[in-house]
């Protein structure tokens, strides 16, 4: 618990540092997309102080449980892997295939019909934001491949 205090006002204070530190930029609509990311970072931060405080006296996890290094190092597999391929394939499709690898490796096993829907249409809606996001609201140029 005190590491996650810790961390949470690290974290608070870097992003109020950053928020602040965006009024060195003068062109305005250079300003917006990070003050919109470091808010977000900052409200994160708040949420998790918040709920640690709050949940002190809730059991946490067993306190003896090892680290995951199997699923930390598939993560970081996964990773390299989508950095890999991502400007052969194209980024939205190698990001939906990406989410589909991690939703299934911190999932479990898709027991029943509904969650295996959910495994594949959660990425598929998440990919779309990040379509609306990138391509039309922000026309970013995102790496293109054989398919985009």
């Given at each position: 618990?005190?590491?996650?205090?810790?961390?949470?006002l690290?974290?608070?204070?870097?992003?109020?540092?950053l928020?602040?530190?965006?009024?060195?930029?003068?062109?305005?609509?250079?300003?917006?997309?990070?003050?919109?990311?470091?808010?977000?970072?900052g409200?994160?931060?708040?949420?998790?102080?918040?709920?640690?405080?709050?949940?002190k006296?809730?059991?946490?996890?067993?306190?003896?449980?090892?680290?995951?290094?199997?699923?930390?190092?598939?993560?970081?597999?996964?990773?390299?892997?989508?950095?890999?391929i991502?400007?052969?394939i194209?980024?939205?499709?190698?990001?939906?295939?990406?989410?589909?690898?991690v939703?299934?490796?911190?999932?479990?096993?898709?027991k029943?019909?509904?969650?295996?829907?959910?495994?594949?249409?959660?990425?598929?809606?998440?990919?779309?934001?990040?379509?609306?996001?990138?391509?039309?609201?922000?026309?970013?140029?995102?790496?293109?491949g054989?398919?985009?």
């Amino acid at each position: 618990m005190k590491k996650d205090v810790i961390v949470s006002l690290v974290c608070l204070a870097g992003a109020i540092f950053l928020f602040y530190s965006l009024n060195w930029i003068d062109d305005e609509r250079a300003q917006a997309f990070p003050r919109v990311v470091i808010s977000i970072i900052g409200v994160l931060s708040l949420l998790l102080l918040v709920q640690t405080l709050a949940l002190k006296s809730v059991k946490q996890a067993a306190a003896g449980d090892p680290f995951p290094w199997a699923r930390f190092m598939i993560m970081f597999g996964l990773i390299v892997v989508y950095f890999a391929i991502m400007e052969r394939i194209g980024f939205y499709l190698s990001a939906f295939l990406f989410f589909i690898a991690v939703t299934t490796l911190f999932g479990g096993a898709a027991k029943r019909a509904t969650k295996a829907v959910s495994r594949v249409g959660l990425p598929l809606v998440f990919t779309g934001i990040l379509y609306l996001l990138f391509s039309v609201l922000l026309k970013v140029q995102t790496p293109r491949g054989m398919l985009f």
